[in-house]
């Protein structure tokens, strides 16, 4: 291996406030690879998002799995932030995540659906998946949700590694 | 509203601090540590509402919200936050709001480019101001 890897796996207990301390590992660990500070705290973010939806709409005292691996495959170079958990069975925020990822797909650039997003929020009351549209435009991340493996729920944010370009939400 | 209201204040959370009405204005809302408590809007929401009935009763001109100590926040932060713009753009004759923050947290520049589509309100006059990125 010539390049930085970075290369990370837990499995804890579903608990928010293990969260704060998985989201500083990985922000820590991503500035030891990459030393950009945009993208430590945007990977960080990134995994702690994604660890908050888990806990938050998983089952209780169920084992949420993470991972942030560096792939170069094909050409990308690319940071892939996984987190698997267990969800009761027709859970409803099963839909809701299926629905917002559509959502977001909806629109072009991700800063347009997190502008909409903003402007949005508090109307109807509801908490608006705020956090996974963060993920997209903060981390650049393109997020895919896989539920075929019964009563789990994957979720990935695939991130390009740094130097990022500006880019910046036009007022 | 009386002298209550002009004191400094402090909320204290778990893991976060808001220190209220500091500044030789007695205007600033200071936010210190980590917001990401599990629904952080049950409190954030109905402390940001409780600032600005605040400062339309002490008929503030401006509100600055310094989150510069701020090292990390979840949306709620942001959905917080949208609501008050959102609340302090509803009328004419409300304050204008000053958002400061620290250029090094990253996580914030790039939130805070997205809330300057707030700017300004021409039917109210009310501005949002970001610190550093506004013209």
Known sequence: ?171 | MGAAADKEKVIERPTATVHLWGGPAKNVVHMVGVIREANAEAWLTPLLSDIHTTALARGLKEVELDIRALEYANAALWRSLVVWIKQIRERPGTYNLRVTWDPGRRWQEIALSTLRVFGFDSKTGVRVMIEGLDP
């Open chain 1, 1 to 171: 291996m010539t390049v930085p890897e970075l290369r990370m796996s837990l499995r804890f207990f579903a608990d928010w406030d293990r969260i704060e301390l998985v989201r500083r590992a990985v922000s820590d660990s991503a500035d030891a690879v990459f030393a950009d500070e945009r993208f430590k705290d945007a990977i960080g973010m990134v995994a702690s998002e994604l660890l908050e939806n888990a806990v938050k709409y998983g089952a209780v005292d169920a084992l949420v799995e993470l991972s942030v691996i560096r792939s170069l495959d094909d050409g990308a170079d690319v940071v892939e932030v996984v987190v698997t958990n267990e969800v009761k069975a027709a859970s409803p925020s099963v839909d809701a995540l299926r629905e917002r990822l559509a959502w977001l797909r909806s629109f072009e650039d991700p800063v347009e659906a997190y502008t909409a997003a903003l402007l949005s929020a508090g109307d109807d009351g509801s908490e608006g998946g705020l956090g996974l549209v963060r993920v997209a435009h903060e981390g650049r991340a393109t997020l895919e949700c896989d539920v075929s493996h019964g009563g789990r729920v994957r979720v990935s944010a695939t991130c390009p590694t740094p130097p990022w370009e500006e880019r910046r939400a036009t007022a």
